[in-house]
């Protein structure tokens, strides 16, 4: 009788002891299982006396009964104490603040050419894209500027070969555009170009948008109009242009384009020092030697051509004073320009 209750004492602590539901369990079975410690003491039945047996059996029933329902009570309280953990482990505090994604910003050089793009598209315009390196032929003497021209010497050129360059201006897509496909063109030619020339308002590399219209009775009248509803889509509805006679040796005649100032609305302002205007881009009525180099009849067809630079657009539009900061990606500075 005492061993018994010594397995009952055994049985408790060591079922306080447990830690989970599993060692518990355990626990449980060393004991009340089928060949746990409790089933063995019956086993033992025949080591008492014949009268003395059925004390025997009630006692050790009445034991396990006590001990199973021991079990179950310590079984409740581990679940408990279980659950109480899983829930304070999975616990989210919903006040906490959220985390934050960080947004990218489309750099102004792309977002000023998919507007210019957006704008040009509107009127007709097909995107056409040439390659950084050229020939020395499509970037100069297709467009009318011979080896000892002196226009050559108006855009320091890094050559790549004897034969090949990086363009040093998008105007080369003139020529690829119009050897590809006979009038009526109208493409846009966006891309990147290269000159040696460094300072707070020039780049190495920089962007420029090519145009290119030729048809039959195409007028430099028909050229303003486009660049007229250009300046009013960039800048301002009320913006204007103003057309100055200028030297292209691709364009005849050539003219520089001028945008009345967004800043000031043409009243005079620092940004277009006091003029009311303000430099925007170079075009013209596509020179007949050019139309000539390609193919194209130039006594059927006419022309005009444009071009800008992308970042000079960007400058004005978004009051950017030093080109480089296009360049530096400063993400504080490239934040500026998100939605
Ligand atoms: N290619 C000229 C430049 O880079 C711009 C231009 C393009 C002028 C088309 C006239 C016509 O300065």
């Keep these: 009788m005492e061993q018994n209750e010594d397995v009952v004492s055994e049985a408790r602590s060591e079922a306080?002891?447990?830690?989970d539901s599993r060692s518990l369990y355990e626990v449980k079975m060393k004991y009340?299982?089928?060949?746990?410690?409790?089933?063995?003491?019956?086993?033992?039945?025949?080591?008492?006396?014949?009268?003395?047996?059925?004390?025997?059996?009630k006692r050790i029933n009445d034991l396990r009964v006590k001990l199973e329902s021991h079990f179950a009570a310590l079984e409740e309280k581990m679940k408990q104490k279980e659950l109480a953990r899983k829930l304070a482990s999975e616990r989210i505090d919903v006040t906490m603040p959220g985390k934050r994604r960080e947004k990218g910003a489309e750099h102004p050089v792309t977002r000023v050419k998919n507007q210019l793009i957006?704008?040009?598209?509107?009127?007709?315009f097909e995107v056409f894209e040439g390659t950084e390196i050229e020939s020395e032929y499509y970037n100069f003497t297709a467009l009318n500027t011979p080896a000892d021209h002196p226009a050559r010497d108006m855009q320091d050129t890094f050559y790549v070969t004897d034969e090949f360059l990086l363009r040093?201006?998008?105007?080369?897509?003139?020529i690829r555009m119009m050897e590809k496909k006979s009038p009526p063109i109208k493409m846009l030619c966006p891309g990147r170009v290269f000159r040696s020339d460094d300072d707070a308002t020039h780049s190495p590399m920089f962007h420029q948008m090519e145009g290119?219209?030729?048809?039959?009775?195409?007028?430099l009248c028909d050229l303003q109009g486009m660049l007229d509803e250009f300046a009013r889509a960039?800048?301002?509805?009320?913006?204007k242009t103003r057309l100055r006679p200028s030297y292209f040796p691709f364009t005849e005649p050539s003219v520089e384009v001028d945008v009345s100032c967004a800043a000031c609305g043409g009243k005079g302002c620092s940004l277009c020092k006091g003029t009311g205007w303000i430099e925007v881009l170079g075009a013209g009525m596509v020179n007949r030697r050019v139309l000539e180099n390609c193919g194209v009849d130039p006594d059927e067809y006419t022309g005009f051509a444009f071009g800008m630079g992308i970042e000079r657009i960007a400058m004005l539009k978004y009051g950017i004073n030093n080109i480089k900061l296009l360049t530096e990606n400063d993400v504080r500075f490239l934040k500026q320009f998100q939605e």
């Design 118 to 124: 957006d704008i040009f598209a509107g009127m007709g």
């Design 168 to 174: 040093t201006q998008t105007s080369a897509g003139q």
């Design 234 to 239: 960039m800048f301002s509805r009320s913006s």
């Design 212 to 219: 290119l219209v030729v048809d039959k009775g195409v007028t």
């Design 16 to 19: 306080e002891g447990a830690q």
């Design 32 to 57: 009340l299982g089928k060949a746990g410690k409790v089933t063995g003491l019956l086993k033992r039945m025949k080591e008492v006396p014949a009268e003395e047996r059925p004390a025997f059996g």
